[in-house]
């Protein structure tokens, strides 16, 4: 039997899994790009594909691969609790781990023999391996007569606030107005366990994004940064 390698390991601002998003396109703001490697590091391997404005991305979840899998997951969009079955989901923990998302392709750098693919928002933790890369097709990949299930429209947001206190830690901050945007499209997801979704609590959580440990805690439908320091 053939193994699967990695062709690429992408880097994205998301360091952790409880920072990447639950869909590609909820954080527009958050660009990430594909280092490619092995044979597939050649401009040959990525002739003509600037043409196309998305890619297909297939990934390992290469940080699940040792929990195992279950027949039956519990989607977030359900509020954690109802089960339905994993391939009636896009749950992490999968038989083969394997991920699919569909990202926008802003073009191809070249870099000291180096090929790079620049990407808009991805939901990939940074280094996940990329095992291929597929063109995405309108009219054979997007459906307009299809259905989305328990997940039919767009999650709900919260509103994201900063503390005095966390707004002059970004102002010496390299590009601090793009990771301020970046920051506010993550937790405006409120990346808490499902179960605590529309529920003010008195803990204050952390997600790594870039090289920042951003803090925060929940208050009714707003979220407020308390703290942000470098790694």
């Given amino acids: 039997m053939h193994s699967i390698e990695a062709i690429g390991v992408i880097s994205s601002p998301f360091k952790e899994k409880f920072a990447v998003p639950r869909q590609p396109r909820l ?20 002739r003509g594909i600037e043409q196309f404005s998305h890619l297909w991305l297939l990934f390992l979840f290469d940080k699940n691969i040792e929990a195992g899998w279950k027949p039956t997951v ?38 000291k023999g180096q090929t790079w693919l620049e990407l808009g928002s991805a939901d990939l933790v940074d280094g996940t391996p990329i095992i291929d890369i597929k063109p995405y097709i309108p009219y054979s990949d997007s459906i307009a007569t299809a259905t989305g299930g328990f997940a039919e429209s767009e999650p709900e947001t919260l509103e994201v606030n ?9 102002t010496s901050y390299p590009n601090a107005r793009h990771v301020t945007q970046v920051i506010k499209e993550v937790l405006a997801q409120d990346p808490r366990p499902a179960y605590k979704k529309g529920k003010p609590d008195s803990k204050e959580y952390a997600v790594n994004l870039f090289d920042l ?5 929940v208050e009714a439908l707003f979220i407020n940064v308390t703290d942000i320091e470098r790694f």
Avoid at 27 to 46: F, H, Q
Avoid at 88 to 101: E, H, K, L, V, Y
Avoid at 162 to 170: E, G, V, W, Y
């Fill in 27 to 46: 954080t527009p703001s958050a660009t990430s790009r594909i280092k490619l490697i092995g044979e597939a590091n050649s401009p040959e391997s990525v």
């Fill in 74 to 111: 519990r989607p977030p969009r359900l509020g954690g609790n109802e089960r339905i079955g994993v391939f009636a989901s896009r749950a992490t923990f999968r038989p083969n781990a394997i991920g699919m998302s569909a990202i926008e392709l802003k073009g191809v750098t070249q870099d």
């Fill in 162 to 170: 900063f503390s005095d206190h966390a707004l002059k830690q970004l």
């Fill in 213 to 217: 440990n951003v803090k925060f805690v």
